[in-house]
């Protein structure tokens, strides 16, 4: 199956995290909020023009800039 980054997922999807393309703090900072390698999350909503990107891992949701949530890479789940 193809990576995609969290922007070109679809609202309800559920995916994978594979990778993230970053420097160590921009990764440090996704993993304490719970986004890292190897774990699911479900993405909830995304705002016009390039706006934050809301997912939840977990019991968490939380909202990441597009910058940051186009540098994720996913699996999506079938």
Not at 12 to 37: C, N, Q, Y
């Amino acid at each position: 199956m193809a990576l995609i980054d969290l922007t070109q997922m679809k609202s309800g999807d559920t995916a994978t995290v594979k990778s993230i393309k970053g420097g160590f703090g921009m990764v440090r900072k996704l993993e304490t909020l719970g986004i890292r390698p190897g774990v699911r999350i479900k993405k909830v909503s995304a705002q016009f023009m390039k706006g934050p990107v809301i997912v939840r891992t977990g019991n968490t949701q939380v909202a990441i800039g597009f910058g940051m949530a186009h540098r994720v890479l996913v699996e999506i789940e079938q």
